[in-house]
C-alpha cells in the first residue's frame, strides 16, 4: 500500500512539474531570443541618432568602432552607393528588402540572425543599420535556467514524495495495527483495543473496532456464565445418582456406574472452572497423550462391549502420540467416536480402533454412514441424534490443524477418522 502510494505521488507530481516545465522551458528559449533581439535594438537605435548628426562616412566609422557591437565586429551601416561600413553578414537582397519595406525585420545569416533597422539620413538619404546577433546570445543564460528549473521540478517531486511517504507510513501502521488488532481478536484475545489515530475515517474504524470488541466481550461473558450457571444446576441430579450408584450390589455395573459418575463430575467441574475464568484469561497450552487417552477409554468402554458381545481389537499406539489439545477435550472426542458405534450399530457388531501420529483410526462393520456431510451437522443428524458428537470430534481435530473424515470401513461399516495436523 505504501508503495503504490508513493507511485501514485510520483505520478500525480511528475505530470504536474512536466505541465509546468515544458512551458516554462520554452517561454525561457522566448525570452532569451527576445532579450537578444532587444538588445540589437538598442545598438540600432544608436546609430540612428549619430547618423542624424554626422553622415560622413568617417566619422561613421569612428562611431560604429565605438559600440560594443561594432567592435564586435557585429554592427554594420549600409549607406547608398557606398561599401558598408563595419561587418556585414548579410546579403545585399536582404538590406534592400529592409529598405523598401521602412520597417525593422531579422533576416537569417551564418551562425545567427541580423537585426536591419532602415533609417534616413539628414540629407534625406536612406540608409539600413545592421546588428547581428549570433546563436549564442540567443540562448545565452538558457541552459542555466533549464538546468534550474529541472533541479526546482526534481526538488518538488522529491519533496512531495517524501510527504506522501510520511503520510502513507502513517496510513500503512494504522491499517497494521487494525488488522493486527482482528487477528488477535479472532485468536480470542478480547481484551484488545485500539489507539483512535490517522485520518478521521480511521479514528472511526478505531472506535466500531473496539465498541464490537467489548460487545463481544460481553456476550461471551454472559454465554460463561449461563454455562456455569446450568452446569452448576446438575450437580443435583448427578449427585442423586451418584447415591443411587453407591448403593448398588458391588459388581462391573455398579463399578461403571461409579466411574461414569465421576467422569461426569470431573467434567462439570472443568466446565465451571473454564466458564468462571471469563474472557480475559488465557488458557496454558497443554499436550495430552493420545495413546494413555485411548487405553484409559477402552478400559472404560471394553465392559459394555463385553455386555453386548462386541468384539474389538487396538492396533497401534506402541509410542505415546502427543496431542496440543487438553485431556478433558481428548476423552471427549474419543468418547463421541466410541459412544457413536455403541449407539448407532447393533448389538455384538465389532470395530477395530487404530492409532499413528497421523491420528485415530475406528472401523465398525456395521450399517455405515449413509450421508456423511449430514452427520457432523447439529442437529441435522440422520441417524436419530443431534449430530454433536462427530461434531466435537471434528472441532479437536481442526484444533490440531487437522480434520475429521468419514467413509467406508474395510469391515464393512463406517469409518470415523481424526486425523491431526500435528505430525
Given at each position: 500500500m505504501r508503495r503504490a502510494l508513493n507511485w501514485l505521488a510520483l505520478a500525480i507530481t511528475g505530470m504536474v512539474a512536466l505541465a509546468f516545465l515544458v512551458p516554462l522551458i520554452v517561454a525561457t528559449r522566448q525570452i532569451a531570443h527576445d532579450r537578444a533581439i532587444g538588445e540589437a535594438r538598442q545598438q540600432a537605435s544608436a546609430m540612428v541618432a549619430a547618423l542624424a548628426v554626422q553622415?560622413?562616412?568617417g566619422l561613421l566609422s569612428v562611431a560604429v568602432a565605438s559600440t560594443p557591437a561594432g567592435s564586435a565586429g557585429r554592427l554594420a551601416v549600409h549607406l547608398p552607393g557606398l561599401s558598408p561600413i563595419g561587418t556585414t553578414h548579410v546579403a545585399a537582397a536582404d538590406v534592400s528588402l529592409a529598405g523598401d519595406a521602412r520597417r525593422p525585420i531579422t533576416a537569417q545569416a551564418v551562425g545567427g540572425v541580423a537585426y536591419l533597422?532602415?533609417?534616413?539620413?539628414?540629407?534625406?538619404?536612406?540608409?539600413?543599420?545592421?546588428?547581428?546577433?549570433?546563436?549564442?546570445?540567443?540562448?545565452?543564460?538558457?541552459?542555466?535556467?533549464?538546468?534550474?528549473?529541472?533541479?526546482?521540478?526534481?526538488?518538488l517531486v522529491a519533496g512531495s514524495l517524501l510527504l506522501f511517504d510520511r503520510l502513507g507510513g502513517r496510513l500503512v501502521r494504522v491499517t497494521r495495527q487494525l488488522s493486527e488488532s482482528s487477528r488477535?481478536?479472532?485468536?480470542?484475545?478480547?481484551?484488545?483495543?485500539?489507539?483512535?489515530?490517522?485520518?478521521?475515517?480511521?479514528?472511526?474504524?478505531?472506535l466500531a473496532f473496539n465498541s464490537m470488541a467489548a460487545d463481544l466481550k460481553r456476550l461471551l461473558d454472559n454465554e460463561r456464565e449461563l454455562a456455569a450457571d446450568l452446569s452448576h444446576r446438575l450437580r443435583t441430579p448427578l449427585t442423586a445418582l451418584r447415591l443411587d450408584a453407591d448403593s448398588m450390589p458391588p459388581g462391573p455395573v455398579a463399578d461403571r456406574?461409579?466411574?461414569a459418575c465421576d467422569m461426569l463430575d470431573e467434567?462439570?467441574?472443568?466446565?465451571?472452572?473454564?466458564?468462571?475464568?471469563?474472557?480475559?484469561?488465557r488458557m496454558r497450552a497443554e499436550h495430552t497423550d493420545l495413546v494413555e487417552v485411548l487405553a484409559d477409554r477402552l478400559a472404560f468402554w471394553s465392559a459394555l462391549a463385553e455386555d453386548q458381545g462386541r468384539r474389538?481389537?487396538?492396533?497401534?499406539?506402541?509410542?505415546?502420540?502427543?496431542?496440543?489439545?487438553?485431556?478433558?477435550?481428548l476423552i471427549l472426542a474419543v468418547d463421541a467416536m466410541l459412544g457413536n458405534?455403541?449407539?448407532?450399530?447393533?448389538?455384538?457388531?465389532?470395530?477395530?480402533?487404530?492409532?499413528?501420529?497421523?491420528?485415530?483410526?475406528?472401523?465398525?462393520?456395521?450399517p455405515g454412514i449413509a450421508n456423511p456431510a449430514e452427520a457432523v451437522q447439529r442437529g441435522v443428524s440422520g441417524a436419530g441424534s443431534s449430530g454433536l458428537g462427530l461434531d466435537?470430534?471434528?472441532?479437536?481435530?481442526?484444533?490440531?490443524?487437522?480434520?475429521?473424515?468419514?467413509?467406508?470401513?474395510?469391515?464393512?461399516?463406517?469409518?470415523?477418522?481424526?486425523l491431526l495436523g500435528n505430525s
Open positions: 553622415a560622413d562616412p533597422q532602415p533609417s534616413v539620413l539628414s540629407d534625406g538619404r536612406a540608409v539600413v543599420i545592421e546588428v547581428y546577433v549570433p546563436d549564442a546570445e540567443m540562448t545565452r543564460g538558457v541552459w542555466p535556467a533549464w538546468l534550474a528549473l529541472t533541479g526546482l521540478a526534481v526538488v488477535k481478536l479472532g485468536a480470542g484475545d478480547l481484551s484488545v483495543r485500539l489507539e483512535p489515530a490517522g485520518p478521521p475515517e480511521f479514528q472511526d474504524a478505531a456406574m461409579r466411574q467434567e462439570l467441574e472443568q466446565i465451571i472452572s473454564t466458564a468462571r475464568k471469563g474472557t480475559g484469561a474389538y481389537d487396538v492396533r497401534g499406539g506402541e509410542r505415546p502420540v502427543w496431542v496440543p489439545v487438553a485431556r478433558s477435550e458405534v455403541f449407539a448407532h450399530t447393533p448389538e455384538g457388531t465389532a470395530f477395530r480402533l487404530s492409532v499413528s501420529p497421523g491420528g485415530v483410526y475406528l472401523d465398525d462393520a456395521g466435537i470430534v471434528r472441532r479437536v481435530a481442526e484444533q490440531t490443524g487437522g480434520r475429521l473424515a468419514i467413509g467406508r470401513s474395510p469391515l464393512g461399516g463406517a469409518r470415523v477418522a481424526m
